[in-house]
C-alpha cells in the first residue's frame, strides 16, 4: 500500500464547475501539505502550503486538511481551461524534511470551455 | 531570477549503460532533492543533497548515486541502466530543504532506456 493515494482520474468537467481533488495518507507523522500543479512537459508547481488540520484559501483555490481522518482535499472553483493540468499531493514530516516529499499519483484534471 | 535548469533535457541509452544527469539550482539554494516520475509510480523520491552531503535518502537500489558540488549545483548517476528506469528525473531546489520553504522544480530530464 502507498504511504500517499490519490485517484488519477482522468477528471473532466465544464468551464466555471467547482473541482474537488482528494488524497488520503496513511503516515500520522505528516504535518506539512502541498498541492503542486504539473502542466504537460513542465515540472510541478507548488500551489498550496498548509500545516497540520484547517483550511487554507488562496483565490479561487481552497486546501482543507484533516489529520484525524488522514485525508486532504483541493478545491478549485469556478475552473477554468487554464487550469487544465495533472495536481499532486505531497507531504512531510518536520525539521530538515523538508527537502524529501512524498506525493501522490497526481490527478488529470481537464477543464473543457 | 534564472529558475532550477537541468541537463541535458531528453536522453536515450541502451541497457546495462551509465547516465549523468545535471541539475542546477536557483541561485542562493542549498538544497537539492532529486524525484524519479514515472506513470505507474508516479513522483518518488530518490534522494535530498544540502551542504555537499547528502541529508535524506528514498528507497532506490545503490545503482542511483548522486553527488552535489560546493556551488551547490548537483548530479546524479544512474549506473547499469535497466528498462525500468525510464522516466522523467525532476531536480527541486530550496533554500536550505527545511519544511515551511518552497521547492522549486526544473523541467526535468526525460531519460528513455532501450
Known amino acids: 500500500q502507498k504511504e500517499v493515494e490519490q485517484d488519477p482520474g482522468p477528471l473532466s468537467v465544464p468551464e466555471g464547475a467547482i473541482v474537488s481533488l482528494n488524497c488520503t495518507y496513511s503516515n500520522s507523522a505528516f504535518q506539512y501539505f502541498m498541492w503542486y500543479r504539473q502542466y504537460s512537459r513542465k515540472g510541478p508547481e507548488l500551489l498550496m502550503y498548509?500545516?497540520?488540520?484547517g483550511n487554507k484559501e488562496d483565490g479561487r483555490f481552497t486546501a482543507q486538511v484533516d489529520k484525524s481522518s488522514k485525508y486532504i482535499s483541493l478545491f478549485i472553483r469556478d475552473s477554468q481551461p487554464s487550469d487544465s493540468a495533472t495536481y499532486l499531493c505531497?507531504?512531510?514530516?518536520?525539521?530538515?524534511?523538508?527537502?524529501?516529499?512524498?506525493f501522490g499519483q497526481g490527478t488529470e484534471l481537464s477543464v473543457k470551455p | 531570477k534564472a529558475g532550477v535548469t537541468q541537463t541535458p533535457r531528453y536522453l536515450i541509452k541502451t541497457r546495462g549503460q551509465q547516465v549523468t544527469l545535471s541539475c542546477s539550482p536557483i541561485?542562493?539554494?542549498?538544497?537539492v532533492s532529486w524525484y524519479q516520475q514515472t506513470p505507474g509510480q508516479g513522483l518518488q523520491f530518490l534522494f535530498e543533497y544540502f551542504s555537499e552531503t547528502q541529508r535524506n535518502k528514498g528507497n532506490f537500489p545503490g545503482r542511483f548515486s548522486g553527488r552535489q558540488f560546493s556551488n551547490s549545483r548537483s548530479e546524479m548517476n544512474v549506473s547499469t541502466l535497466e528498462l525500468g528506469d525510464s522516466a522523467l528525473y525532476l531536480c527541486a531546489s530550496s533554500r536550505t530543504g527545511k519544511v515551511g520553504e518552497t521547492q522549486y522544480f526544473g523541467p526535468g530530464t526525460r531519460l528513455l532506456v532501450l
Open positions: 498548509t500545516y497540520s488540520s
Open positions: 505531497a507531504m512531510t514530516w518536520g525539521g530538515n524534511q523538508g527537502g524529501k516529499l512524498i
Open positions: 541561485s542562493g539554494h542549498r538544497s
